[in-house]
């Protein structure tokens, strides 16, 4: 409950800032950044379907179907001595496809209801290379994230500083109070007193990025963790390498390690990778904080093989990708997903798991992207990608349509 309290105050104080920045400069210069302000939306169509149906098992039954309609309108004002705003809503409508086609929704939001929320609505300011976000907004860094798989990303509430004072070096440093996931209807505490990020991306070497984060998690178990990683480019391959570590402070609680190893190449219109991680059996999975741990950064990770198979404890992973592009702007991607856990995995012990995925984006159209896939996962009943048995695979189809203004 102070948490809430405190977000709140922290968002009217913003605000307050901003009404008191507009009255004590409401000139033309004003009147000017916010004509300069820029509107923008997205619409989008988001659909999934399965085979997990104990009784007759059948694709595109309704009740194994997914279908989200969103909308999303923006503003950002223009930059006046620094200072510019942002605000972002959402929307999301099943548009009468209940009892029709499809009777879930990937955001929980009930099939009478159209779900409407405030997901990004902060403050900012940039004077030469430091940029200060306040506020609800998106954040990019490896275990505190906004993912865009859904039909929107989660967002949260925090206050972000960003600086390259250092030659080729980004430091930020983020404190994070509460977050909206994906089928939450409210920003709720993202811990008991916060998440804290420390991140540094160095790219003096020519070619290549040195990452490295660090997190501090203060909650019943407050949980330290570090994420590093190293990219570079060759003349033929890129490397990429990763590494993990998650220190719960508990008694009975173990530490986790996470590495992974990355090889690609792209030649002409092909695309090839693969890729090897491994998790020790430590207590937490090599899972993001955010939306309920169900994401990893894993190099091996897949759509349906995510923090509950990749990410998950005693796991040994190998993951192998051919990327086809045909034609300008369309993109296809095979890609295969083994799992092996050991005896102490937070998966199925002693258990191998499989995904197979086909993927086919296409961009072609101005502002527009066109997405399908096809999923087949054996999980072993593990995970939301499983089947109607603990001995059934899944079958699944995704697709999606955006159209960006």
Known sequence: MMRMKCSVVAMVICLSVLLGFVNAYADDSISESLKKGKINGELKLWYQTNDNDAGDNKIFNKENSVFDAGLGLG???????????????????????????????????????????????????????????????????????????AVFPNNFEAILVQNSDIQDTTVAICYVTEERKLKSDKFE??????????????????????SGYYYHVDDVSDVNALYLEATTKMNLVNLAGQYMFFNPDAITTKKTNAFGFKISSKLGMFDLSAAYSTVDDGTLNAAKFTDNG??????????????????????????????????????????????????????????ESTSKELTVKYTGFKNVTIFGAYVNSDH??????????????????????????
């Open 75 to 149: 503003y950002t004002t223009g930059s006046y001595r620094g200072f510019s705003a942002k605000l972002n809503f959402f929307a999301i409508d099943d548009l009468s496809a209940y009892d029709t086609f499809a009777n879930n929704s990937i955001h929980g939001v009930d099939h009478s209801e159209t779900a409407t929320w405030l997901g990004e609505a902060f403050l900012s300011y940039k004077s030469k290379n430091t940029l200060i976000n306040i506020g609800r907004q998106d954040l990019k860094s490896p275990l505190l994230n906004s993912d865009g798989w």
């Open 380 to 405: 072993n009943g593990i995970g939301g990608w499983k089947g109607a048995t603990i001995n059934d695979d899944l079958n699944s189809i995704r697709i999606w349509a955006g159209y960006k203004f």
């Open 294 to 351: 169900c994401k990893t950064p894993l190099y091996t990770a897949t759509m349906s093989g995510d923090a509950d198979i990749a990410g998950a404890t005693d796991t040994d992973s190998y993951k192998f990708s051919f990327g086809l592009t045909p034609i300008d702007s369309l993109n296809i991607t095979a890609s295969f997903g083994y799992y092996d856990h050991g005896g102490n995995s937070s998966a199925m012990p002693n258990n």
């Open 189 to 210: 505490d993202i811990a008991e007193d916060g998440g804290l990020m420390l991140g540094v991306i160095n790219k003096s070497l020519p070619d290549t990025t040195l």
